[in-house]
């Protein structure tokens, strides 16, 4: 059974920063693709950044030069910084070996004025 555990999540003043991590367990396949999307207030859900094959990071234009995603084995880590009021949403933690397979339960991150 896999298990993604997030943490990390919170209420920051605009500007302000947070760290979000994610530890997955229970994984008997390549987690390659392994990263974070997020879930605005009444909007859809979006990609953040990830990494597919392994290595490689993806960022959303909204996230470039502000977030940063890391990987320690099966732990994933989101750097956000310079935070924006609409950076509030629900941020969740998704794993597979080519795409978004398995999902945390998310975690909320609000940025206030």
């Known amino acids: 059974q896999v298990q993604l555990v997030e943490s990390g999540g919170g209420l920051v003043q605009a500007g302000g920063s947070l760290r979000l991590s994610c530890a997955a367990t229970g994984t008997t396949f390549s987690t390659s693709f392994m990263g974070w999307y997020r879930q605005p207030p009444g909007k859809q859900r979006e990609l953040v950044a990830v990494?597919?094959?392994?290595?490689i990071a993806n960022y959303a234009d909204s996230a470039k030069g502000r977030f940063t995603i890391s990987r320690v084995k099966n732990t994933v880590y989101l750097q956000m910084n310079s935070l924006k009021l609409e950076d509030t949403a629900v941020y969740y933690c998704?794993?597979?070996?080519?795409?978004?397979?398995?999902w945390g339960q998310g975690t909320q991150v609000t940025v206030s004025s």
């Open positions: 990494f597919t094959s392994g290595v």
């Open positions: 998704a794993v597979g070996s080519t795409g978004p397979a398995w």
